[in-house]
């Protein structure tokens, strides 16, 4: 079975996350994940035509999906179908990982000793949480915070105030101050009355030699994990939500901000104060202007710009117009 270091897990059979349905044959959930990593005996979940060529080619042995949907999953998959989605997907992950809803404060947080990290330089205040792993020559910034089973490569740089929970940090990589790393992402269903909490169960990873500035915040996964790839800048305020991937050698400017499971490519510049909404794809060597609103797939190699942002001559051109 898989396992997630960050949550722990209860084991619960198909009949019993839901009693209400037949299925061919009852086994114990090994996990949740997304359509394209689910394995056997994982179930996943479906709620979007965007993702129906992942979909059928799941290897999943049990699908949340919708009766739209439902006709593009792998015919010996086990369906459940319902009318939301993902509400459902929250109740189970709220059953199956019971503590992913909330960020619990951590109570194993102490003042690390040196004979545990002999080689990684402290300020003063800093907290560690148990089975936290930090590699050699790597400095803590003051008042800083480090929650259970974090992992921080070699040759880092956390700056002073910056907290970090549920994610893996890699070698040679410089966190500036008051950041905000591994927190739960900004999910909920309405409902009346009370929102319901999405669990959050990913984590965050961090490639070798990235660079966060100054008051970056960036939020775990919900099901799938946020990724920062290697050698990518982000300026001062960037945020980037749950389930994000940005690519390697990306240039992030300050106050960009990352609606959810967008995925960004390699050799990307976004300008500051640029919006890129949830779900969409942007390509390689892609550059996006300032202040800009990316509210639709960029292909490869493009440059646009605006809001809605336009290839850079359509978005010249349009501006040319409305001053005539």
């Known amino acids: 079975m898989s396992k997630n270091i960050f949550f722990k897990k209860r084991n619960i059979n198909l009949n019993k996350l839901f009693p209400k349905s037949s299925f061919k044959k009852n086994f114990q959930i090994n996990d949740i994940k997304p359509l394209h990593k689910a394995n056997k005996n994982d179930l996943t979940f479906f709620d979007s035509l965007n993702y129906k060529d992942i979909a059928s080619k799941t290897r999943a042995s049990i699908c949340i999906s919708n009766k739209n949907l439902e006709k593009f999953l792998p015919r010996n998959i086990e369906k459940v179908i319902v009318a939301n989605v993902l509400y459902e997907l929250g109740r189970v992950l709220k059953m199956i990982y019971p503590f992913s809803d ?13 004979k545990s990290f002999k080689d990684v ?63 739960k992402g900004f999910g909920f269903i309405p409902l009346k009355g009370k929102n319901f909490k999405f669990p959050h169960i990913g984590k965050v990873i961090i490639k070798n030699n990235v660079e966060v500035a100054s008051g970056c915040t960036i939020d775990r996964g919900s099901v799938d994990d946020t990724i920062i790839g290697e050698n990518t800048y982000l300026d001062n305020q960037v945020h980037i939500a749950h389930n994000v991937e940005i690519g390697s050698n ?25 919006g890129i909404s949830g779900h969409l ?36 051109k349009k501006n040319k117009n409305e001053r005539n």
């Open 102 to 114: 909330i960020d619990y404060n951590d109570n194993s947080l102490k003042i690390p000793q040196k």
């Open 121 to 183: 330089s402290f300020g003063n205040n800093v907290l560690v949480g148990k089975n936290v792993k930090i590699g050699k020559n790597s400095q803590i910034g003051s008042n800083s915070i480090i929650e259970q089973n974090v992992k921080i490569g070699k040759n880092c740089i956390i700056g002073y105030g910056t907290i970090l929970r549920k994610c893996i940090v890699g070698d040679d990589v410089v966190i500036q101050d008051n950041c905000k790393i591994g927190q």
């Open 250 to 274: 990306c240039m992030i400017a300050g106050q960009v901000g990352f609606a959810g499971s967008s995925k960004i490519g390699n050799n990307v510049s976004i300008g500051g104060q640029a």
């Open 281 to 316: 794809r942007v390509g390689d060597n892609v550059k996006i202007g300032g202040g800009s609103g990316v509210v639709k797939n960029v292909e490869n190699n493009q440059v646009v710009m605006g809001y809605p942002a336009l290839p850079l001559k359509m978005f010249l």
